[in-house]
Nanobody, 123 residues
């Protein structure tokens, strides 16, 4: 198992930016596919973005062109740069690790999860 800790959430006005970080434990971080998911009150957890071990990425249509996922394997850390934020981006954001190198968009494919960080976008 890998331990994950998110940081960087907060309150921001619409149109603003935030950068989330996800610090991972474990010596094999570089071999994991990693993902960001979010969950708004009363809604199911949804896919945001995912990144493979070598940097290949995929995004949900709702964030494409506004969010950028990246990772620094030397620091065991993944990031989510969020620009042009909208009120509908308000949610708890979770990072997740898949104990293979293959990226997927299904939450059930990810074995390890962080505790989540709140992102609130005001209009």
């Amino acid at each position: 198992q890998v331990q994950l800790v998110e940081s960087g959430g907060g309150l921001v006005q619409a149109g603003g930016s935030l950068r989330l970080s996800c610090a991972a434990s474990g010596r094999t971080f570089s071999s994991y596919a990693m993902g960001w998911f979010r969950q708004a009150p009363g809604k199911e957890r949804e896919f945001v973005a995912a990144i493979s071990w070598n940097g290949g990425s995929t995004y949900a249509d709702s964030v494409k062109g506004r969010f950028t996922i990246s990772r620094d394997n030397a620091k065991n850390t993944m990031y989510l740069q969020m620009n042009s934020l909208k009120p509908e981006d308000t949610a708890v954001y979770y990072c997740a690790a898949r104990l293979t190198s293959i990226v997927t968009t299904r939450p059930t494919d990810y074995a390890s999860w962080g505790q989540g960080t709140q992102v609130t976008v005001s209009s």
